[in-house]
């Protein structure tokens, strides 16, 4: 058969007729083939348009309407968009000019224009939806007979039913091909879902107290239930692979904000959740995959964080439901060595659960008695069980990662306390038989390696974990059958440690010593100390068993371990910080350190501190020279002890500080040589300074503080200048040294106190001048360095010279008046050096490096507080560094930095708004030349002042402002000098709301300024600071309700 496009309209209406009236199937078959060739052909449009005008068949009339309705629902190879207004006008023309057609043949020409209509709804010529004018075409037919009223009644009723059909293909989630548009069509669910709507997530990095705050205009959506079914339907049904994004959106979904629905809405939908988690835990097959296992933990610990225990309890099939969470977690914790970054969030949901155990009020059961301590012994014994599999197979320890076994400790330390006395009986089974097999096989002669250390693996955990429940009393009430449990367990370990103790000469396990170390720090935290009730029962059991009947025994016992551990694990760096962090913590206390003082261990510490007895003490072994950082650590905890008694005994000072007196006159002594070794010489001064700066930092009283002071200086204050001179390239020599004198400088609890006829404030700031002028001027000698080293090697430095500056201009010891009057430069230079500093660092990096900025910010405050006549004479250049420092200061994230600025600005403000008062009254005395040219710069630069106007305006109404008070100083002045911008930005910020709103905030600016005199008395500061609380109040409430609409208010109702 020939192609039909070249047929007569004869030969086409003849198909027609055999089509829709032949009764033999063959002919009709036949004809049919033709037509779908004919619908097919090039030609098609305008054949089908000639069918239209010269038919003669009612048939051909309806060929027609199909094959263009087929034409223009095509997806590929569309139809131009005029040719398709062109078949929309022709039809509209057709049943206009034609309405005796048969009831078919109409039916289908308005099924044509309304699918034109759909298709084309968003389509646009010349700004103009060409498309959306249908009740325009409509109106000619209902304005005419009743015959063209049906004709457009009906296509209006047609063009509905089409615009209500979907006209996309629902999704086959069998479809391989469709499967890109489904994991699009998550991402895109997921995103909006993690959508900051309030604009408040600060710290991506936090998963555990996160609430998705959905618009109230979706609350709808979330309380139609089909929603939260629609996604367990989904991850049902889709291919693992992109399960793990379902469940994302599910873990958002259950973290809706609270507020979007009322209490028994809030039931309902947990309701849903909580019976869509159940049929995942019936149906566990896809949780093989780690990322739909990791999604999964996700949502169980949302449960807890967003939802109370009171509310869960009363959910239908909760019984169930914790069961099987029960279930899951302790399957979970017996597969160890899968997911194990997912275990996080099953301990926080027990943690959570056990945590509100004392607080929930409702009577339902919540069973948490008969399952937590399932998980609890779940945790242990596959924790001890991993051990042997471990050391066999060589796999990762996860006793290596601190971190996390930290972080799992904490958690298991809350659910540990939820029925105690099963935890407590089931750890000392577990330890008794670890210690006993531990002890015979020490004993044996034929015991190998692997078992010893399999056991101290066993044995570190369960120490760790004793530690982790006995820290966990605090979050719970204690009782005294509780105290005597623990109890229980410290003699345990005590005795444990009598046993490892006596092998460390010849073995030790640093693990074991870790876990030994954390569990020391628990139980000082909840046993030892000023708070602590010493009629504890523990302490009756460590009587009856190890003798120890008081605290003092107690602290004798720490400080045995302490001395051990120095004396033995000298060389390993984790044992030794952490040993001195616990002696530290204990020189803090305020009984326990009085007591320790009568201890012959700690009185052995004070009159024994060398190398020779602390191998950690020792120079020569040192591998790195910032290993030493400890030192500072012990000699913090030893000054602390020896102020206790030390009083004014001079005598006693000075034999504690023999040992650094003769590492003092070793450096002296290399010195003063030609050629001296200089890596011995950088090992000694650099213990001495970290020692030095341990015993400034705990002499915080007078007495003591003036006897170190006189040890120093004179005598030794050049030798901390001259390794300055030598060493200034390496940060690793110069940063102890620069940190020591900060602290010398540093007026801490007022103990900087000199008599009035003693020189020694002004001396000491000398040395201090004398120290950042000889490192500022040395360090900018060393050109250009690499970005990632420029904070170690230069930065770094910079930083602690401005804290020591700010320290000794703020530390009111000194009348630094006195510099200028006697000619003595020694100010003018570190101030000076200060600005050549401040040159050589990119405003970019005063920003980036959060310590630079800190102490750059505070020393800026100090210097536009107490001398800016000082930044008055500086350059222009330098004047306009420091004012963009200071603007670029004001948006800073870091709020201390921020107030830092906020009060430069504030004196600067102050400073100028003076000046300008002083010029234009009638004074004899002229300005001074510094005053007169600030003020000249600043005029010839307001752009500068106006522009921080602007920025603290803006802070102050469109941004969470959390120094509000801070803000408001500097504001006032800034208005002050600026009246006429001021005026200009308020115009600007009034026109800018919408024209009903324009009134209510011009009167917000007129509240603002009520009762606010042209002068920056404290009074007048004070009322301004009130106004601008209740500008900030008012404004707030207008944008809301103009930025929101009418719904505003809801987005957190």
Known sequence: MRDPGRKSLAQLENLCKQLYETTDTTTRLQAEKALVE???????????????????????????????????SRTNNPLPLEQRIDIRNYVLNYLATRPKLATFVTQALIQLYARITKLGWFDCQKDDYVFRNAITDVTRFLQ????????????????????????????????ESQHGLLMQLLKLTHNCLNFDFIGTSTDESSDDLCTVQIPTSWRSAFLDSSTLQLFFDLYHSIPPSFSPLVLSCLVQIASVRRSLFNNAERAKFLSHLVDGVKRILENPQSLSDPNNYHEFCRLLARLKSNYQLGELVKVENYPEVIRLIANFTVTSLQHWEFAPNSVHYLLSLWQRLAASVPYVKATEPHMLETYTPEVTKAYITSRLESVHIILRDGLEDPLEDTGLVQQQLDQLSTIGRCEYEKTCALLVQLFDQSAQSYQE????????????????????????????????????????????????????????????????????????????????????????????????????????????????????????????????????????SKTLQLLNDLSIGYSSVRKLVKLSAVQFMLNNHTSEHFAFLGINNQSNLTDMRCRTTFYTALGRLLMVDLGEDEDQYEQFMLPLTAAFEAVAQMFSTNSFNEQEAKRTLVGLVRDLRGIAFAFNAKTSFMMLFEWIYPSYMPI????????????????????????????????????????????????????????????LTLGEV?????????????????????????????????????????LDNALQTFIKLLLSIPHSDLLDYPKLSQSYYSLLEVLTQDHMNFIASLEPRVIMYILSSI??????????????????????????????????????????????????????????????????????????????????????????????????LRNSIVNSQPPEK?????????????????????????????NLSAFRREVNDSMKNSTYGVNSNDMMS
Request: aromatic share 8%; hydrophobic share 40%.
């Open 38 to 72: 004919f619908t097919n052909s090039p030609d098609c449009l305008s054949k089908c348009q000639l069918l239209l005008e010269r038919g003669s068949s009612s048939y051909s009339q309806l060929l027609a309407a199909t094959c263009l309705t087929k034409l223009v």
């Open 144 to 175: 005419d007979s009743v015959e063209y009223c049906i004709i457009g009644v009906t296509i209006l009723s047609q063009l509905t039913n089409e615009i209500n059909q979907a006209s996309g293909k629902n999704l086959n989630l069998n479809d």
């Open 441 to 576: 096989l020490l004993q044996s002669a034929s015991a190998s390696p692997m078992d010893i250390a399999v056991q101290e693996g066993r044995l570190t955990w369960l120490v760790y974990i004793i530690g982790a429940v006995i820290g966990g009393r605090v979050s719970f009430a204690s009782t005294d059958e509780q105290d005597a449990m623990d109890g229980e367990l410290v003699c345990r370990v005590l005795q444990l440690m009598n046993l490892t103790d006596s092998r460390l000469a010849q073995a030790g396990n640093e693990k074991l010593e870790l876990a030994m170390l954390s569990f020391f720090e628990q139980f000082r935290k909840i046993y030892i100390g000023d708070q602590v009730q010493k009629s504890s029962k523990l302490y009756r059991r460590l009587s009856e068993v190890l003798g120890l009947n008081d605290e003092t025994m107690v602290l004798s016992v720490f400080i045995g371990k302490i001395i051990t551990n120095l004396k033995y694990w000298g060389r390993c760096e984790p044992i030794t």
């Open 720 to 779: 901390l200048q001259r390794a300055i001179e030598l060493w200034y390239h390496d940060p690793a020599c110069t940063t102890p040294v620069l940190k020591l004198m900060a602290e010398l400088v540093h007026n801490r609890s007022q103990r900087l106190q000199f008599d009035v006829s003693s020189p020694n404030g002004i001396l000491l700031f000398r040395e201090t001048s004398k120290m950042i002028t000889m490192y500022g001027n040395r360090i």
């Open 786 to 826: 690499p970005k990632d080293q420029v904070y170690a090697l230069k930065l770094k430095g910079i930083s602690i010279c401005f804290s020591m500056l700010k320290a000794a201009l703020s530390g009111s010891y000194v009348n630094f008046g006195v510099f200028r009057l006697y000619g003595d430069d020694a």
């Open 887 to 984: 603007s670029e200061g004001l948006t800073a994230l870091d709020t201390m930095v921020c107030t830092g600025c906020c009060s430069c600005l504030d004196h600067i403000v102050t400073y100028l708004f003076k000046q300008l008062s002083r010029s234009t009254k009638k004074r004899t005395t002229p300005l001074n030349q510094e005053s007169d040219r600030f003020l000249h710069i600043m005029q010839q630069h307001p752009e500068m002042i106006q522009q921080m106007l602007s920025t603290v305006l803006n802070i102050i109404i469109f941004e969470d402002c959390r120094n509000q008070w801070s803000m408001s100083r500097p504001l006032l002045g800034l208005i002050l000098l600026n009246e006429k911008y001021f005026s200009d």
């Open 998 to 1026: 324009q009134q209510a905030m011009h009167l917000c600016f007129e509240n603002l300024m009520e009762g606010i005199e042209r002068n920056l008395l404290t009074k007048n500061r004070d009322r301004f600071t009130q």
